[in-house]
């Protein structure tokens, strides 16, 4: 088992910056790629963007795309997400995730991962 918990959520003002971080620990040798999702209240849970661990590719939301950057330090099993130039519409609780070695299907559905941290909300005001 992979745990996860994120730090670094908070609230600002449109067009500010925040960085969520994400500590994994556990099984962390079976972890293949780490990921961010949020919710918004009343809507699904979307994905934010994804990192694979070992090449680090990455892959963002077209929503996300130009204003957040995923990275990873591989050393101490940390994953970042860099927010900037934020709006309103990325008010939500944004969730850390993790999915396992040999994971299928898409790395953007939520089925790819096995292991999900308790997440932290960011709020953004116009």
């Known amino acids: 088992q992979v745990q996860l918990v994120e730090s670094g959520g908070g609230l600002v003002q449109a067009g500010d910056s925040l960085r969520l971080s994400c500590a994994a620990s556990g099984s962390t040798f079976s972890i293949s790629a780490m990921g961010w999702f949020r919710q918004a209240p009343g809507k699904e849970r979307e994905f934010v963007a994804a990192?694979?661990?070992?090449?680090?590719?990455?892959y963002y939301a077209d929503s996300v795309k130009g204003r957040f950057t995923i990275s990873r330090d591989n050393a101490n099993y940390m994953v970042y997400l860099q927010m900037n130039s934020l709006i309103p519409e990325d008010t939500a609780a944004y969730y850390c995730t993790a999915a396992r070695l040999y994971a299928t299907g898409a790395i953007g559905s939520p089925q790819y991962y096995q292991s999900w941290g308790q997440g932290t909300q960011v709020t953004v005001s116009s």
């Open positions: 990192i694979t661990w070992s090449a680090g590719h990455t």
